[in-house]
């Protein structure tokens, strides 16, 4: 059993920067992927970036690839997420999630958090 919790949404103004971060709490065993999904008003879900825990190796959605970094401590208990050059286009709850079937397509992941909101104003 996997609770995720989100950190670090708000405001920032079109070209800032803003950092999420997911705090894993584990209470069985450890996680062997960790991600983001956002949804923006008005449109489905969608995934962005997924890290595999250990190897470390990473995923983006074109739409962030370039922009976003997702990384992990030591522990792979917390997953960061580091936005930058935002656009309104990045206005979204963005959601961390765990445990993917598979990272590169973003798919099945059994753990999702409540979601934190992140505004990109011009």
């Known amino acids: 059993l996997i609770r995720l919790v989100e950190s670090g949404g708000g405001s920032v103004q079109a070209g800032g920067s803003l950092n999420l971060t997911c705090i894993a709490h584990?209470?069985?065993?450890?996680?062997?992927?960790m991600g983001w999904f956002r949804q923006a008003p008005g449109k489905e879900r969608e995934g962005i970036a997924c890290?595999?825990?250990?190897?470390?190796?990473?995923f983006y959605s074109d739409a962030v690839k370039g922009r976003f970094t997702i990384s992990q401590d030591a522990t792979y208990n917390r997953a960061i997420l580091q936005m930058e050059s935002l656009t309104p286009d990045d206005t979204a709850i963005y959601y961390c999630?765990?445990?993917?079937?598979?990272?590169?397509?973003?798919?099945?992941?059994?753990?999702w958090g409540a979601g934190t909101q992140v505004t990109v104003s011009t």
């Open positions: 584990k209470y069985a065993y450890s996680t062997h992927s």
């Open positions: 999630a765990a445990e993917f079937r598979q990272c590169s397509d973003f798919g099945g992941p059994s753990y």
């Open positions: 890290i595999y825990s250990g190897s470390g190796r990473t």
